[in-house]
């Protein structure tokens, strides 16, 4: 398990925290900061050639580790520790925390997805087993896609396609500041039970408890990204407002971004898998957000969300980009396109180990009890 991060993340304390700003200076995003250690030792030589891919989408897919928890939002809640209404499980950069920024991201932070040349934080609600466990997914696949920039979609209604811009964070899934609300433009996950054989009992719903997955099993949700941005804010005052969804607007065969985002980037897809253990019941499950304290206590699983802050090595993010998207490959763990692969680090493994840890009380101190967790602060 990686090591948790202390308050003071990348070397910034509270009283010198200073948030990135929200309007992106330059289409690309935020000035680059180029990565701080030799970047030849974390990219081996490909043997295998990579595939172009059947869909009309290039595609980079990797595999990431469960890495920190604890109760901070960087895009909620930006300098202010231990400020989430629930806990969060954090993948990617092992320094993530409620002082990131883009540059404490890029400049600091082993990663659990492949390797630090992927340094972006990516974080979702802690699952709990109703006993005092944070439940730990085994793994989590990042899917990346997007039509290529020779794609006729992107010339029209002065839309382009684009890389994704250095800085760019958002929220998507279901929003925790409207609870009572149906809000189904953001119930795009599904939960569905898998197999050791990896294939599915039963269908999908945005609620587990309804699943039938017994001990042997695991139990896996997946979310898509919004992929159209607006070009100008890398944050918007709900975290979601300067992102969008490509639709079907009923006069052409492909979707297309609203003209208000017109810009593609890529779209990835997270994949989280929990297994299950002799004698649990996904029914005694729940996620942190379904469960916070003064708030309605909502379905197991029908808060499920995610957050993403960027902070990819430019070269990087740049050959997977024109290699794997714009000549429609189909790269996966970590493949980069060009005859190159990101180079897994130590320990990889797709067993969580541990599996179950204690779910760790806020740090100021108890808050009142609510079912399956003590300790915790509103």
Known sequence: MLALPSVSAGGQSVSAFTPDPIVAPSPEGLPDIPTNFDRATEIERDPSPVARDNNVE??????????QLNWDDPIVYPGQPNASPHLHQWFGNALGSALSTYESLRRAG???????????????PAMLDGRGHVIRPDWISIYYKRVPNSAPICGKNGANCRQLPRGLRYIFGFDTKRMTDRQPENLLFHWKCVTPQNSYIGGQETRFDKLDCPAGNSLMVTLSSPNCWDGKRLDSPDH?????????????????????????????TIGAVYAVGAGERIQDWFLASDRMVGMPQMPPGSTFHADWYGAWDEPTLKTWTANCIDKVLSCSAGELGDGTIMRRRAGYTLVADPRLVPAPPRPEGPMDAMPGMTGMKK
Request: glycine share 8%; aromatic share 14%; with cysteine.
């Open 58 to 67: 290039g595609a980079f897919r990797f595999i990431c580790q469960p890495g």
């Open 110 to 124: 082993e990663s659990s997805c492949m390797g630090p040349l992927n340094r972006s934080a990516y974080w979702m």
């Open 240 to 268: 979601r407002r300067h992102m969008a969804y490509q639709f079907y607007d009923g006069t052409r065969p492909d979707a297309v971004c609203p003209r208000s985002h017109p810009i593609i980037v890529p779209q990835f």
